[in-house]
């Protein structure tokens, strides 16, 4: 599903040039729940904003789902990120004036779905994610697991090849973490790719597979035995 | 474009934005209201210079003969042109196609006596087209017609002031008057909206006029109309035309003004127009000034909102959203603001102007108003100034990286 062959990335701050990214290989296979590990600067989001084509790599070979993605303009990345890609962020980012069930169908708004089908397609993906009572109402009015969960369900809205996550749990307390970790782990018993991007151990853990960044390389890549959240529910 | 979640996102930036929305607009809407008003000024004092030339035909052609002041085809300069009546069959028979209504006009001077009262008057003999040539309107009893004429009847059509003065109460129609001693019937009061001292003259059959004054068939000056339909260039031919052909009759020098002049009431319009044009070029040019005032403004308002919105800009580009998409939000909210604002400033224009306007009637300014197609021509700039507004701020806004504004945390 994903493929990267020796991605560098390089930052200009004033005249230094900060290497992030230091030749990434790396490979996910469909149906995958990859978790990607690091400290603060191992160069984890960077990874995670170019497999989301939010920013450009500067040398190496990336493919999605067997698409070559280089040098996409802004146009081609809106449509390939709209078409292959779901995000989730630590801060959810909703849009705030937006209820629910809106911001979940706004992907297939810009899909071109037609209203109705949107609002039912919507409608039942937070059914899905257990919210179908809230659909009406404004993010300001949900808890911040519910909001995550409205996140959720906005990124699988879209039917996207492979769920990208930033912290998913990043902003949550830990019972509320395990209900969005077990929100995700049921997404991916559907079938579905995912990465995580966290930094805490238990979250990785419920994950199916370890990639452990440091210096803007791999250090470490295991299959592990999946801890399932329900457990801690 | 009519899609309702677009119409959702403006509405809410509006109203999260009222007073900052209100104040912008405001500005756009002033302008807008300005330059109607300015235009609408314009077009007052048009109607008021339209006015003072509306109590004669807007299609006439004067036609006046003079002293000569050349020398030419063997006469010497300082001969005085005298035209006939023979001038008036001349021009019915060279032009049937052009003229309309045609009449000489004989002056002369009349004592009128009506039992005590006495008054000196101007007469002004005319043919009977020369009512309508000159729009005399008649109030009581009729114009001189085609068989006074043809029997060079002793009547008489009097100013209202005339009767005032001869009459006092007394219903002239049907009076005799003396002229100069010589009894006249009076058929007719007229008024002239133009003129007071207009009202002041006496009209009599042309005919009468020349056999009193010795048999002759002099005419002082010749009026015509052209056909309506004539535009400008049209009349203005003909007239020329006229000219031409009149002073090869009488033997005056072609470029001489002095022997023959043709006055044709086109050439004022025309001279007119051109000068309230300049004026609405001014007006529209202050109007137009005022307007990019208030697109800056418009465009300032996008910019913060832009800022604002930076982080939903990105969230909806990771989710899909095309950079056009954006533009096309940013512009259309830029123009829903422009021309709403606009639109208010032309209807509150629009509304003083209907109440007002007819208030004006004065000889420089009368009934201000605009046309159907100043306000269809503002509604265009509007929209215009509202895509020049939301220009800048929305390449912007699509310039935005959505890994930048998702960081902006």
């Not at chain 1, 996207?160 to 991916?188: C, F, R």
Request: proline residues 3%; hydrophobic residues 45%; contains cysteine.
């Amino acid at each position: 599903m994903i493929e990267i062959k020796d991605l560098h990335k390089s930052y200009k701050m004033g005249s230094n040039s900060l290497h992030v990214l230091k030749g990434i290989n790396f490979s996910v296979e469909e149906g995958e729940l990859v978790a990607i590990m690091g400290s603060s600067g191992s160069g984890k989001s960077t990874l995670l904003n170019i497999l989301g084509m939010l920013d450009g790599s500067d040398s190496g070979e990336y493919y999605l789902d067997g698409v070559p993605i280089k040098d996409l303009s802004e146009k081609k990345a809106a449509q390939y990120r709209n078409k292959f890609l779901g995000f989730v962020f630590q801060s959810f980012n909703l849009i705030n004036y937006k209820s629910a069930l809106e911001n979940v169908a706004l992907p297939l708004y810009y899909q071109k779905v037609g209203r109705r089908e949107r609002q039912d397609k919507a409608l039942n993906y937070l059914d899905r994610v257990g919210l179908k009572e809230w659909a009406t109402h404004l993010p300001s009015e949900l808890s911040g697991g519910q909001k995550q969960r409205v996140a959720i369900a906005r990124a699988m809205a879209a039917e996207p090849k492979v769920l990208l996550a930033d912290e998913p749990t990043g902003a949550l307390d830990s019972k509320t973490s395990y209900e969005v970790m077990d929100l995700i782990q049921k997404i991916n018993d559907d079938g579905n790719t995912i990465l995580v991007v966290t930094h805490e151990k238990d979250i990785a853990h419920m994950c199916k597979r370890i990639v452990h960044l440091r210096d803007g390389v791999i250090v470490e890549d295991t299959k592990i035995e999946q801890v399932r959240a329900q457990e801690y529910v | 474009m009519f899609d309702r979640d677009i119409w959702q996102e403006i509405f809410n930036t509006i109203k999260k934005n009222k007073l900052r929305t209100f104040l912008t607009g405001f500005s756009v809407g002033w302008a807008i209201f300005i330059l109607v008003m300015l235009l609408a000024s314009v077009n007052g004092m048009q109607n008021g210079f339209y006015s003072q030339f509306n109590d004669d035909a807007t299609n006439s052609i004067i036609i006046r003969p003079g002293t000569t002041s050349e020398a030419y085809a063997g006469f010497e300069a300082g001969r005085r042109v005298q035209f006939k009546n023979e001038d008036i069959e001349f021009i019915e028979k060279s032009f049937p196609e052009d003229f309309v209504e045609i009449s000489g006009r004989y002056y002369a001077n009349a004592v009128a006596r009506y039992k005590a009262e006495t008054g000196t008057y101007s007469v002004q003999a005319v043919h009977p087209d020369h009512q309508i040539i000159e729009k005399t309107i008649v109030i009581s009893g009729r114009f001189i017609n085609e068989a006074d004429h043809v029997n060079k009847a002793k009547v008489a059509v009097i100013g209202r002031k005339v009767a005032e003065d001869l009459f006092d109460k007394e219903d002239p129609i049907g009076q005799f008057a003396e002229f100069n001693g010589l009894p006249f019937k009076v058929i007719g009061v007229f008024i002239d909206e133009g003129d007071d001292n207009a009202e002041r003259r006496i009209y009599a059959p042309i005919s009468t006029y020349q056999r009193i004054y010795g048999n002759t068939n002099d005419i002082n000056v010749i009026l015509l109309t052209y056909n309506p339909n004539y535009d400008l260039t049209k009349a203005l031919e003909f007239s020329d035309k006229l000219e031409t052909i009149m002073k090869r009759r009488h033997k005056v020098a072609p470029e001489d003004q002095a022997g023959i002049g043709v006055w044709n009431y086109a050439e004022a319009f025309d001279d007119i127009s051109s000068f309230t044009s300049v004026l609405k070029a001014i007006g529209i040019g202050v109007g137009f000034l005022i307007l990019i005032a208030g697109i800056v403004g418009i465009g300032n308002i996008m910019v913060f909102t832009i800022k604002e919105r930076t982080k939903e800009i990105g969230i909806r580009k990771a989710l899909g959203a095309r950079p056009n998409q954006i533009v096309n939000l940013v512009l259309l909210e830029s123009i829903f603001i422009t021309a709403l604002s606009g639109f208010i400033g032309l209807l509150f224009a629009w509304g003083i102007l209907a109440i007002f306007g007819p208030m004006f009637n004065t000889p420089a300014f009368t009934n201000p108003n605009v046309s159907a197609s100043t306000v269809i021509t503002a509604t265009i700039v509007l929209i215009i100034a509202g895509v020049l507004a939301g220009l800048i701020p929305a390449l912007k806004a699509s310039n935005v990286k959505p890994i930048v504004a998702l960081s902006d945390k």
